[in-house]
T-cell receptor, first 112, second 114 residues
């Protein structure tokens, strides 16, 4: 079946690293995505990783993928107050139109 | 330009009204999507258009009627909605070339049905 799970809340101090975790169930997923949603706004694509990769780094963002355990994580280095938002992981079900299955979202709160 | 625009930003409508939501992208993407998002929940897929043809309808009630007039525009026509249809409606688009097919989202229309 299709299911994506995330912890619901994470609180970090400004300047620390944040790690947001996600587990997925469909081993046939080709790409896994991280989206950010600020209050009252749409979803912003942060990064994605191909399912045969272990790691992808993009500036302050590091994505780690453990395909054996179906575990995905997003690390944000030097977390800032502007990083406060809800972070969704999503797996793609493939196909030309790329149906996404979203996790419930992790609310990241950054405090001074 | 990775922008998807949506109008209006906010919409309040009665249960007997007819209204439309609009979405536009100029990235040359040939897949466009409508999602519904309730508070504190992830987006739920409603419809997918690929090459201007309806590819997926996720068993959405007929009071929601999508339309894709051309490759840049996507509309969602609303009629006889219920209060439980109040939500944030998100449009997204994605390329159909290449392998990633990443989706880009608009800012959404916040709909309130009274």
């Amino acid at each position: 079946g299709e299911d994506v799970e995330q912890s619901l809340f994470l609180s970090v101090r400004e300047g620390d690293s944040s790690v947001i975790n996600c587990t997925y169930t469909d081993s046939s997923s080709t790409y896994l995505y991280w989206y950010k949603q600020e209050p009252g706004a749409g979803l912003q694509l942060l990064t994605y990783i191909f399912s045969n990769m272990d790691m992808k780094q993009d500036q302050r963002l590091t994505v780690l993928l453990n395909k054996k355990d179906k575990h995905l994580s997003l690390r944000i280095a030097d977390t800032q107050t502007g990083d406060s938002a809800i972070y969704f992981c999503a797996e793609s079900m493939g196909g030309g139109y790329n149906k996404l299955i979203f996790g419930a979202g992790t609310r990241l709160a950054v405090h001074p | 330009d990775t922008e998807v625009t949506q109008t209006p930003k906010h919409l309040v409508m009665g249960m007997t009204n007819k209204k439309s939501l609009k979405c536009e992208q100029h990235m040359g993407h040939r897949a466009m999507y409508w999602y519904k998002q309730k508070a504190k929940k992830p987006p739920e897929l409603m419809f997918v258009y690929s090459y201007e043809k309806l590819s997926i309808n996720e068993s959405v009630p007929s009071r929601f009627s999508p339309e894709c007039p051309n490759s840049s525009l996507l509309n969602l026509h609303l009629h006889a909605l219920q209060p439980e249809d109040s939500a944030l409606y998100l449009c997204a688009s994605s390329p159909l070339r290449g392998a990633v097919h990443e989706q880009y989202f608009g800012p959404g229309t916040r709909l309130t049905v009274t």
